[in-house]
Every structure is written in C-alpha cells, then in structure tokens.
C-alpha cells in the first residue's frame, strides 16, 4: 500500500501524479476553434495558408500561418474562402483536423 511506503518513495508518486495531470492538461489546451480567410492552397503538400485572428489556446497572436491539413479538407476552398476551423498543435507543428465556410 501507498501509506506503507517511505516517504521518499510516496513523494516520487505524487510527483508522478502531478506531472502526469499537468500533461494531460496541456495537451487538452493544444486544440481550439479559429476563423479566418484562406490565403493560398497546396492540396498535393496537404498544406493551407490562413490568416486568422488571436488564438489564445494555442499561444498564437494574429497572422497567417501554413497549416498542416488532410487534402480531401480541401476540395471545396479556395483563396479568399472565409472559414471556420479547428486546429491543433502536433510535434511543433499546427494541423486543422476540420474546417467550413
């Protein structure tokens, strides 16, 4: 049990604990909903340029920025499309996982 353990090793739990709930946390705070305006596409990278407004949950200011994207998402944009789209942060890299006009 826990409470029979010493006390160095009951620390190195919560700490495993806590670490574990921060990730988990972090990770639920890498998603979020955006609009913006398409810029340019490039269906065969499987990329698509938005500039959009501040995205706080992703600690990003207003600009435009090249997302990662599933080509088949494409198939109904062009430049100049107003959107609405839910982004995420993957290895340092942001990916839109849905998007509508």
Same mark, same amino acid.
């Given at each position: 049990? *826990?409470?029979?353990w010493?006390? $160095? ?7 495993? $604990? $806590? ?12 998603e +979020?909903?955006a609009? &913006?305006?398409?810029?340019r596409? /490039? ?15 992703l600690? *990003?200011?207003a ?6 994207? /599933?080509? +088949?998402?494409?198939? /109904?944009?062009?430049? &100049? /499309? ?9 290895? &340092?890299?942001? $990916? ?6």
């Amino acid at each position: 049990m *826990l409470f029979n353990w010493p006390p $160095v090793h009951r620390a190195a739990a919560a700490a495993v $604990v $806590v670490v574990a709930s921060i990730q988990s946390v972090a990770a639920y705070a890498q998603e +979020a909903n955006a609009a &913006g305006e398409v810029r340019r596409i /490039d269906a065969q990278a499987g990329k698509v340029t938005i500039t959009q407004g501040e995205i706080p949950a992703l600690q *990003l200011p207003a600009m435009s920025l090249v997302y990662r994207i /599933d080509p +088949a998402l494409l198939k /109904d944009l062009k430049p &100049g /499309d107003k959107v609405r789209f839910t982004a995420r942060r993957e290895n &340092g890299q942001y $990916v839109i996982i849905r998007i509508a006009k």
